[in-house]
């Protein structure tokens, strides 16, 4: 055996996956542009067809259905299958459902469907024109996956199902996301289109096609422009949002009814969301949530008398899927089989091009059983002309063999006419009998010579096409469910729905969080194994709060962004921030903002400024002992990944902060040694850095530093859970650099206060 080359492996690698990507296209994944169909929920409903489950018929268990798709037609799964059912059966899922289902079939807020053996299922009335004259060779037919049985490749669609049911899929390396349409509107524009076929652009379409149609209703916010864009490429997004409405209740009060939400958003997912907005306080006016829906959407929102509604749901369309995008992205498959992103004109036009094609394939068939039976006609007209002949011709005859071939002789007749007549009941020789065949004849004449007639025109086929459009429009065509509205958002100063209130943070050594409302006794908090206070705090909600850690960077939220504590130890400050391996909290300390107007020139809102007239600084030192001063002013609110405050060598880590209230400031390492610096011999930065020598550890490392007056007292806790006090004045003030003077010998400093 000869050796593989690698380039051999490689190639058949490629050539697989490229066949199992192109079967997923085609076979699963991406809908087909005449009928708007994947091949699951085709052969559902020519299953369904098959088993005379019309709009009609009684409904069946979905597990009838299910057996007979699975059986038949699509060998795969019983749990896929079913939800491919399902889904043509849900109001809200499609615009025009395709299912009549009976029994519980999910619901918008993502409730699972009932078990198929519970359900029930038929067609419904418009399915009809996805299904009909299948029988009349309009479309061609495969053999299913054990060649047992014949399955359609396409539906004989009447209805632009692509269009009005919409679409989505995910294939291998390419998706589809079709939004629904209202029928009127497409048909509209349909019928345009063969009446007008020079003036077919996106242009003259949209005339008629204002834009999708979601069976959730809702309000479509994109201008005129950015749907022409999306549709004449393809690709795009329609953002909608939910209804509203304020309803007035005695005594004053008022609530807000949300009548309908965004196509495809979960309802209770976003009550979830709205009810965690109320519960962390950062919507104030917005004092409770519930859902009184039934087949409509009813959310109530109860609100302050004294709130502003429009202001109040500008914050809910911004913090939740009350306003959300849909993805346009018109790839399918086109009649060749070749997966291809089209425009709405060539959807149009691809499936106007496959109706002309089932109407003239419908013809040549109609034509072709009219010809038959007039062939037949032909034979009983001519006996008919000398009846007694043909009578005395079969009674001479010794048997059937003979009699067709005096027949056939006499008459010249071929052997299908022959074999008819010899079969023809004799009851049916009285003269209205013969009457009736005959009339039936020149009726058959009639409309053989209509149907060549329109078979050779191509104005009177695109008439057939247009006649049966207009049929479909007249019964199934409705008013839009979604409505437009481009109008601008009502501007909103988050900071508006603040609810001020003073709070308690509470932050442990080992970095958990937690905002409460009041602390009688800070002894009675609890902590987790191992772990104890590092930091309390008072602040309020509409304080910034910053947050210092080992690492040398600054970690600002607003404190109304901090969630209230769900359990007894608060949050880990990692879930609030994006901390480095190791990094840890050293402290904290709230930073007071205000308002401040703006000029008359300005667009006259309330912007958020740090109080400067105290001019506060504060300082920041690292083990190895460098640091510097920086003004408050200079912290902001950050991302997540917080702001650098101190460069850092490999090895150092920022040990404190503090801000500056005194001339002097007390440093010391652990190994004993203390220095007394005067402030003003500290750099003051106005960004980021590493600042300056203010004492050289030696073989230490610096445990802390604080601000003093020279008649201060200094208290030291050691390692063995002693402290001591000593006075300033036992330091020698120097200048900063230096190495210090010992206070503690044999006993390891840990902290100052």
Same mark, same amino acid.
């Not at 009675?524 to 709060?545: P, V, W």
């Not at 550890?697 to 530093?705: E, I, K, M, Q, T």
């Not at 601000?707 to 859970?721: A, E, P, Q, T």
């Given at each position: ?32 542009? =005449? ?7 085709? /052969? ?26 699975? %059986? ?14 399902? =889904? ?8 025009? #459902? ?18 198929? =053996? ?14 009909? @004259? ?11 996956? @054990?060649? *047992?049985?014949?399955? #359609? ?21 390419? $998706? ?27 242009? $003259? ?5 204002? %834009?999708?149609?979601?069976? *959730? ?7 005129? $422009? ?7 490429? %393809?690709?795009? $997004? ?20 949300? &009548? ?74 086109? #009649? ?23 109407? *003239? ?38 048997? =059937? ?61 695109? @008439?057939?096409? /247009? ?18 509205? &481009? ?53 309020? &909600? ?29 949050? #880990? ?124 550890? %030696? @073989? ?10 020279l008649r201060d007292k200094i208290n030291m806790v050691f390692d063995s859970g002693n402290d001591k006090e000593i006075t300033v004045k036992s330091v020698r003030l ?20």
């Amino acid at each position: 055996m000869g050796q593989e080359k690698p380039s051999d492996f490689e190639e058949e690698l490629e050539k697989r996956f490229l066949t199992y990507a192109l079967s997923t296209i085609v076979s699963r994944s991406l809908p087909d542009v =005449r009928d708007g169909l994947k091949p699951i929920h085709r /052969r559902i409903l020519f299953a369904m067809e098959s088993m005379g489950m019309n709009a009609a018929s009684k409904h069946v268990k979905s597990a009838k259905i299910i057996g007979e798709v699975l %059986g038949k037609y699509h060998p795969h799964g019983d749990a896929s299958t079913y939800e491919s059912m399902v =889904r043509m059966a849900q109001d809200f899922s499609m615009r025009y #459902p395709l299912v009549d289902g009976k029994g519980n079939f999910g619901s918008m807020d993502g409730d699972s469907p009932a078990a198929y =053996r519970y359900t029930e299922g038929r067609l419904t009335p418009i399915t009809a024109f996805l299904l009909s @004259d299948i029988k009349k060779d309009t479309v061609d037919f495969r053999s299913n996956y @054990d060649n *047992t049985l014949k399955e #359609p490749v396409v539906l004989p669609a009447r209805i632009p199902n692509l269009l009005i049911n919409g679409s989505s899929g995910i294939a291998v390396g390419m $998706a589809c996301s079709f939004p629904s349409h209202n029928l009127h509107e497409v048909m509209s524009a349909l019928l345009a289109m063969i009446d007008e076929p020079e003036k077919q652009n996106i242009t $003259a379409l949209m005339k008629y096609i204002k %834009g999708p149609d979601f069976p *959730t209703e809702g309000i479509i916010l994109n201008t005129k $422009a950015e749907l022409r864009k999306a549709y004449e490429t %393809g690709s795009g $997004a329609v953002k909608i949002r939910g209804e509203w409405k304020v309803e007035n209740l005695p005594r004053g009060k008022k609530q807000i009814i949300l &009548t309908s939400i965004p196509y495809s958003i979960n309802k209770a997912r976003l009550i979830e969301r709205i009810a965690e907005i109320i519960i962390s306080r950062k919507l104030a006016p917005l004092t409770d949530v519930r859902d009184e829906s039934d087949e409509k959407v009813r959310v109530v929102l109860e609100i302050k008398s004294t709130a502003d509604a429009d202001k109040l749901m500008s914050y809910l369309f911004k913090h939740t899927d009350l306003e959300s995008n849909f993805q346009i992205n018109f790839t399918c498959l086109k #009649p060749n089989g070749e997966p291809a992103r089209l425009s709405l004109l060539e959807i149009c036009q691809e499936f106007l091009e496959f109706r002309k094609q089932v109407v *003239t394939r419908r013809l040549n068939y109609e034509l072709a059983l009219l010809e038959k039976r007039l062939h037949i006609l032909d034979g009983f007209a001519a006996i008919f002309s000398d009846l007694d002949k043909a009578l005395k011709l079969i009674r001479s005859s010794k048997s =059937r063999k003979e009699a067709h071939e005096k027949i056939q002789k006499h008459f010249k007749l071929d052997d299908e006419q022959t074999s008819a007549i010899l079969e023809f009941p004799l009851y049916r020789l009285v003269a209205m009998e013969m009457e009736k065949i005959l009339a039936e004849q020149q009726e058959k004449l009639k409309e053989k010579k209509r149907i060549l007639s329109i078979l050779k025109s191509s104005k009177k086929i695109w @008439d057939e096409v /247009r006649g049966e459009l207009e049929e479909i429009d007249k019964k199934h065509g409705d008013k839009r469910k979604t409505r437009f509205d &481009t109008s601008e958002n009502i501007e909103f100063n988050a900071e508006d729905f603040i609810e001020h209130e003073d709070v308690h943070i509470v932050m442990s050594q080992n970095g958990w969080i937690r905002k409460l409302k009041t602390i009688s006794d800070p002894s009675t908090l609890k902590f987790k194994e191992n772990d104890q206070l590092l930091s309390i705090t008072q602040c309020n &909600t509409s304080d910034l709060l910053a947050l210092f850690t080992s690492f040398g960077v600054a970690y600002v939220a607003k404190v109304y962004n901090l969630p209230y504590t769900r359990s007894g130890f608060g949050e #880990p400050v990692q879930s609030l921030f994006k901390f480095g391996d190791g990094e840890k909290v050293i402290g904290m300390c709230p930073l007071t903002i205000k308002a401040e107007e703006e000029s008359s020139e300005s667009s006259g809102q309330a912007s958020l400024k740090f109080d400067k007239e105290s001019n506060l600084e504060y300082m920041v030192a690292s083990a190895n002992g460098f640091g510097f001063r920086f003004p408050i002013s200079n912290l902001g609110e950050t991302t997540r990944s917080g702001r650098k405050i101190m460069s850092l060598k490999e090895g150092d880590q920022m040990i404190g902060f503090a801000p500056v209230t005194h001339k002097h400031v007390f440093l010391a390492t652990a190994k004993g040694k203390a220095v007394v610096i005067a402030t003003e011999q500290i750099t003051q930065l106005s960004g980021s850095g590493k600042g300056v020598i203010l004492m050289k550890p %030696g @073989d230490s490392h610096l445990v802390g530093f604080k601000f003093v007056s020279l008649r201060d007292k200094i208290n030291m806790v050691f390692d063995s859970g002693n402290d001591k006090e000593i006075t300033v004045k036992s330091v020698r003030l120097c200048n900063r650099g230096s190495q210090g003077v010992i206070i503690s010998k044999r006993k390891t400093i840990i902290k100052i206060t």
